[in-house]
């Protein structure tokens, strides 16, 4: 097909474009915003809930965000605890936001994924550009990246939908979309926070839904302190606040450092796994003393153990946290047999597997049951998971295959709206590295990179020095990377 051809269909395309199908559906360049301005569009198969834009019944519910513009917009106020679930009203059911996306709108899920706000930009004429498409609006260059672009931006107008036909929007209603004029060029249709006004400045940020997909949300300025207790952002994140979590090892150093970050984020209660009872442990028994915490024995390599665990707190764990590890160094020729090399698989491996089939079905089952349901499943690698390190070259291939078996969760679990995180980390603070060399990642870090990732709704994320530059040099070049990391 020839350019001009392609541009054609592009073009033809505007109302629905290819690509932006599912993405807030918005005009994306000057041309458009225009166009946009004389007639806004519909949403559509965007994510957004069918109901017309500025058309009939919305905007002024009295009680809801909706502003004019120069009003103050009023303040998040902030969640209250949820009360005891009534066991004979219904469990909703979960049911997933239009998720269809083209290819090439796949580079917001990536940058959504991790927490940055990309757009395409064209090497040629520079020109930022939304919704996806494959060749630039303005001069037909198919030279397009993926750049970091200010996520600064005016909320021209907003609206509360009252009405959707769409399953997923139906049970969440109002809801609060409009239309924002970003600084970078393009006019977007986003989902609004409560917090922001009309005709007054906006951050935007690209957020997971709960089908995976990037959508566009438009953010105050500033942050307060309530923000996060928003609908919209509460909808789009995994945040512990008032929520049930599982540590499956409470005893190793990330999990010893995870329990008073996700009390301090508001969980109402952390269970703890104990893999070993008989091992005593100051720092275990001293989280014991706050009566929020729980221990459990819990050994990931036995699955009676897990489905005792399952059997007495199975339906109440609305995030777990699954930090079970068992590090030894060495290669393959380091070890007379592969006994050491089974136990690493049992634990990281096959230990994510029994953990799923006995959790998982519990957890999906509720994700959807109002702002306390089960919402995330968080998996701890180290960043060799992605590079093998020779020197701990079974370790990273156990990481390597629980990674897999972790992307193959996630899909599973995706029908379910439930958000699997990958946190990726480089050499851990702790008595298996006593020997690597800094920088050595804390495991305090680790468990307030988890926090910070649940809160802002990602998927992705690296922690540390070591397992940022690792990824930097992986994308630049992997071979290179891989015969370093062999003589080191
Ligand atoms: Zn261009």
Redesign the pocket.
Same mark, same amino acid.
């Given at each position: 097909m020839s350019t001009r051809q392609k541009t054609g269909r592009v073009r033809a395309g505007e109302s629905k474009p290819d690509g932006a199908a599912s993405v807030p559906q918005a005009a994306s360049n000057r041309g458009q915003a225009a166009r946009a301005r004389r007639a806004p569009q519909t949403s559509q198969a965007a994510g957004l809930p069918q109901a017309a834009m500025g058309s009939g019944r919305a905007a002024s519910d009295p009680g809801s965000a909706t502003s004019r513009e120069g009003a103050i917009p009023p303040t998040t106020p902030a969640l209250q605890r949820p009360p005891r679930k009534n066991p004979v009203d219904r469990t909703r059911q979960p049911t997933l936001p239009p998720g269809l996306r083209s290819r090439t709108a796949m580079g917001l899920a990536a940058a959504a994924a991790e927490g940055r706000f990309a757009l395409q930009r064209?090497?040629? $004429?520079?020109?930022v550009?939304y919704p996806p498409r494959e /060749?630039? /609006?303005? $001069?037909?260059?198919e030279?397009?990246h993926w750049r970091d672009i200010s996520p600064k931006g005016r909320l021209l107008v907003s609206t509360t939908l009252h009405h959707s036909n769409d399953p997923y929007f139906r049970e969440r209603l109002p809801w609060r979309t409009g239309t924002v004029q970003l600084d970078a060029g393009p006019m977007v249709v986003a989902h609004i926070h409560g917090e922001c006004a009309d005709g007054e400045a906006v951050r935007m940020a690209l957020k997971l839904d709960r089908a995976g997909q990037a959508v566009m949300v438009a953010l105050p300025p500033k942050p307060s302190e309530h923000m996060q207790d928003d609908k919209v952002i509460r909808e789009m994140s995994s945040d512990p606040k008032f929520r049930r979590v599982l540590v499956t090892d409470g005893k190793c150093a990330t999990g010893l450092a995870m329990v008073p970050a996700l009390l301090a984020a508001g969980a109402t209660q952390v269970f703890i796994g104990d893999p070993q009872p008989w091992r005593r442990s100051a720092a275990f028994e001293a989280l014991l003393a706050d009566s929020r915490v729980k221990a459990f024995d819990l050994d990931v390599t036995d699955g009676d153990s897990i489905l005792k665990v399952a059997g007495a707190i199975g339906g109440k764990v609305d995030i777990l946290v699954n930090t079970a590890d068992h590090e030894r160094d060495g290669g393959l020729m380091q070890f007379r047999d592969v006994n050491v090399a089974r136990d690493m698989f049992d634990v990281k491996c096959l230990g994510l597997m029994r953990l799923a089939q006995v959790f998982g079905g519990a957890m999906c089952g509720r994700a959807a049951d109002g702002v306390n349901s089960a919402v995330a499943w968080v998996n701890l690698f180290s960043i060799h998971a992605q590079a093998n390190l020779p020197a701990r070259g079974v370790w990273s291939a156990a990481h390597a295959g629980a990674l897999s078996m972790s992307q193959s969760l996630r899909s599973e679990f995706r029908p379910a709206g439930l958000r699997v995180v990958h946190v990726f980390h480089g050499p851990l603070d702790h008595e298996w590295e006593q020997r690597t060399p800094p920088p050595r990642v804390a495991p305090a870090a680790v468990a307030k990179a988890v926090v910070q990732a649940l809160r802002d709704g990602l998927e992705d994320i690296d922690v540390g020095d070591v397992a940022k530059e690792l990824r930097e040099r992986l994308a630049d070049n992997p071979k290179a990377l891989e015969r370093e990391l062999g003589v080191s």
């Open positions: 064209c090497a040629r $004429c520079d020109t550009q /060749v630039c /609006v303005n $001069c037909l260059s030279h397009l």
